[in-house]
């Protein structure tokens, strides 16, 4: 009952997505820290700042309905990011899950932000 209820309210759904995006960037991020790699700090950056974004994403959506869009677009930006990583590790069914991604949140991106500009211009 509880899960049901959660997922009834779309701005539950909404922040739990982007959250689950930041999650996988500090997942990538640890990956990188226990390989010894000194590129984790950049992805444990962008995996807290998409962290703080994401829990305030209501507040912000009040301000600009586009941000959307732009939550995606920077979710998609580090998707690509993660995959090219995975493609010049040598790796080769990974990067192209996360390349495929990477393009989808850039479709969903556009298709956000479109709906959020014409819904700013009729509240304005």
Known sequence: MILREFFKNREKRKRIAHILAGIVILIHAYEKYEGGHNSYISFLVAGIIFLIIALF?????????????????????????????????????LPI????????????????????????????
């Open 57 to 93: 994403h209501p507040i912000i959506e009040k301000k600009a309905p586009w941000i959307d869009g732009v939550f995606f677009s920077i979710e998609a930006i580090l998707s690509l990011i993660v995959a090219f990583d995975y493609f010049h590790v040598g790796k080769k069914a």
């Open 97 to 124: 899950v996360y390349l495929l991604l990477g393009l989808f949140q850039f479709f969903i991106a556009f298709k956000k932000s479109r709906k959020g500009i014409q819904k700013h211009k009729l509240s304005q």
